[in-house]
């Protein structure tokens, strides 16, 4: 059995710990090699240079970076998963076909346990902190990443403390709090990093509560993100990022936690007007997930939000399930 959640969240202190967490799960397992994955090819289907977790345990640290470093992407996602993020082990394969159904069910449940909800604003560590984490500048830790524009910037030059007026950055609800039910701060949803990103003030003013669908026109400030009446197209960078970040938000959010002030009870549509809660375009979302694959920084930060806030978001680990849970939504 996969060690828990808890457990890999709290031994998740650093990259080369999810290849300890790995060995902890495959020592139970008596199994050495890759589960199977739809995102790995065969020659990544193997063993790792030494044959079992002593010889792992045996090395310096120096030495588990320099392997860490040497895998692939797609072998570190399929580690991750294995190291017993959740997914192994308690009634998901990470090949599942199962019924859209009970799948969305089992993520739900296990995305939810164990979360550690974080205040919006506050005097000590807030969501305005744990973006300075999540997104943070691969090149420059001074800085973080702005995801509409992919302006790297200061840190501190966000609204309430910088200087630089609408290019401040500010906290972008990707799911609309107001489109979605929980524009409360005291609700789960509103401060869910998986969904929050620094964005440009003006940029995140200019795509307001609008929907996701494909044209309209360039935003000037913002080249590769398009606007229109009723909807928003952001950069071909973050499309896919867009995508699985609502598929967790209507995966989550399926109005069970009657703790939550707002419980919301979200969905995604193939409209993009006129939806209540839910939300669009489906369709298009499938398609980004498609189009734009996952990246180190998407996958990294993944991996920071668990250490943060305890969860993952299933569809960064495993893609695919995208399109067995909403594909019967594009309608």
């Not at 305005?128 to 943070?136: G, I, K, N, R, Y």
């Not at 950055?169 to 609700?187: I, L, Q």
Request: proline share 4%; aromatic share 10%.
């Amino acid at each position: 059995m996969s060690i828990s959640l808890a457990n890999a969240a709290k031994r998740l202190g650093s990259d080369t710990e999810v290849m300890d967490s790995y060995w902890a799960y495959h020592e139970r397992e008596q199994n050495w090699f890759f589960s199977p994955n739809p995102h790995l090819d065969s020659a990544e289907r193997k063993p790792f240079g030494f044959p079992d977790s002593t010889s792992w345990k045996r090395k310096t640290s120096a030495e588990r970076k320099q392997v860490w470093g040497s895998l692939t992407l797609r072998q570190r996602m399929t580690l991750s998963t294995l190291a017993g993020f959740g997914w192994e082990g308690r009634g998901i394969n990470l090949d599942s076909t199962s019924h859209y159904t009970r799948l969305k069910e089992a993520l739900n449940n296990i995305i939810s346990t164990g979360v550690t909800k974080l205040p919006y604003s506050s005097s000590s560590f807030d969501v305005w902190d744990a973006l300075d984490v999540t997104d943070e500048d691969p090149n420059n830790s001074s800085n973080v990443i702005l995801m509409y524009t992919g302006r790297s910037q200061e840190k501190g030059q966000k609204t309430g403390q910088g200087n630089l007026g609408q290019d401040n950055w500010n906290r972008e609800h990707t799911y609309p709090k107001s489109n979605g039910g929980f524009n409360n701060s005291s609700a789960s949803a509103y401060t869910d990093i998986h969904h929050l990103r620094p964005t440009d003030e003006s940029v995140n003013s200019k795509r307001g509560n609008l929907e996701f669908d494909q044209g309209g026109n360039e935003i000037t400030e913002a080249p590769g993100n398009y606007s229109d009446g009723d909807s928003f197209e952001p950069r071909d960078e973050v499309k896919g990022d867009v995508a699985r970040m609502m598929f967790y938000m209507a995966t989550r959010y399926e109005g069970k936690d009657t703790s939550d002030v707002s419980n919301p009870d979200l969905e995604l549509v193939s409209s993009v007007t006129n939806n209540g809660t839910a939300l669009g375009n489906v369709c298009v979302l499938l398609e980004w997930n498609e189009q734009d694959p996952v990246d180190h920084f998407e996958f990294n930060r993944n991996s920071k939000i668990q250490k943060i806030q305890g969860n993952r978001n299933p569809f960064v680990d495993n893609p695919h399930w995208g399109d067995t849970i909403f594909e019967k939504d594009c309608k």
